[in-house]
């Protein structure tokens, strides 16, 4: 029996090996490329994106902005129902917090804001005599304290909806792994998977990179605990080629397509073109590497636009539904 701590090493070399390899090959291909004066980085354009969304809505023309289309959760879920991608069942819409009918819900929820972000406005919940817990605490919340939070202390607009509780298909956690596909207009750079033991609590939450084959990528982001222990999907082929189908029909170089596995199949959580703000940075090398899949995903689009292919999302051939009705 080795001991751990040369067990752990041997991982180490093995990391550092993967991190040579891919900056051999990176090195090898920006030779190729034309020389500028600042490499390709992911955070750079991540940080344009966010730049160029602080920008008014109407000097955008959000209709035809692929971008402002993705903000809303109940038009992205309109988006990828048209692409045939399964949702959670919903059991409602409100214009108001007020509004919401605690006792037609069932004992287990997720109630959301259309226009939450970065998790906040999502509330996975369970209904117990003292009103509900989130998911992983013991400690309940009463209906004014779940308002509260919801609607971020009254300072968020709805509409609000409550949705299914999914039961995840590889965990026993009470939220399923939250995968979290960074894809390129159709090309996957790598999976995030999140696992929130309790919910909103950073600390209790474990994170682990992995490639389209789910493979091992190591710590490759400078603040998360990173941990092999969470599992890969069993369905991680379907997974991956739905974020690739939503993706391409997203009429943008990159987007982040968050999805669930669950015992039902792959289900829809999120689309997000403006990932991480600043909470994930990545190694030089590999910074560099994301942001070359963003620049050829921006060639590839510009040559599809020019082609014919629509500058705004592409909705399938399931039809378009509408998700919002107030008060339902």
């Not at 070399?13 to 500028?36: C, I, M, S």
């Not at 129902?81 to 919903?90: M, N």
């Not at 493979?215 to 982001?221: E, F, S």
Request: hydrophobic share 35%; net charge neutral; glycine share 8%.
């Amino acid at each position: 029996m080795r001991w751990p701590w040369v067990r752990a090493k041997t991982v180490d070399r093995k990391l550092a090996d993967l991190r040579a390899e891919h900056k051999a090959e990176l090195q090898q291909r920006t030779r190729a490329r034309v020389k500028t004066q600042a490499p390709p980085s992911f955070h750079a354009n991540v940080s344009r994106a966010w730049r160029q969304a602080q920008i008014p809505q109407w000097d955008r023309q959000p209709p035809q902005d692929p971008r402002v289309a993705l903000t809303s959760k109940l038009q992205t879920y309109e988006f990828a129902a048209s692409h045939g991608v399964r949702l959670p069942e919903r059991y409602g819409t409100w214009s108001r917090v007020e509004e919401i009918d605690w006792s037609s819900l069932p004992d287990r929820v997720v109630l959301k804001r259309d226009m939450g972000t970065s998790g906040y406005g999502v509330l996975p919940l369970t209904r117990c005599s003292e009103g509900f817990l989130l998911a992983g605490h013991q400690r309940p919340r009463d209906l004014d304290r779940v308002s509260q939070l919801l609607s971020g202390n009254g300072q968020a607009e709805g509409p609000y909806f409550a949705e299914e509780f999914l039961l995840g298909s590889t965990d026993d956690t009470e939220v399923p792994i939250d995968v979290k596909v960074y894809a390129f207009y159709g090309e996957v750079g790598h999976i995030l998977l999140r696992r929130a033991i309790k919910h909103a609590l950073p600390k209790w939450t474990r994170w682990r990179y992995v490639d389209a084959e789910g493979m091992d990528l190591g710590n490759i982001a400078y603040g998360r605990k990173v941990t092999p222990n969470v599992p890969v999907p069993e369905d991680l082929d379907d997974l991956v080629e739905t974020a690739a189908l939503l993706s391409k029909a997203v009429a943008l170089p990159f987007v982040r397509v968050d999805l669930y596995s669950t015992t039902r199949g792959v289900v829809l959580g999120e689309l997000t073109a403006i990932p991480d703000g600043a909470q994930a940075r990545y190694p030089d090398w590999y910074d560099e590497q994301l942001g070359e899949l963003w620049e050829d995903a921006e060639v590839r689009l510009a040559a599809d636009i020019r082609q014919g292919r629509p500058p705004t999302n592409i909705y399938g051939p399931h039809g378009r539904q509408t998700f919002v009705r107030l008060g339902a």
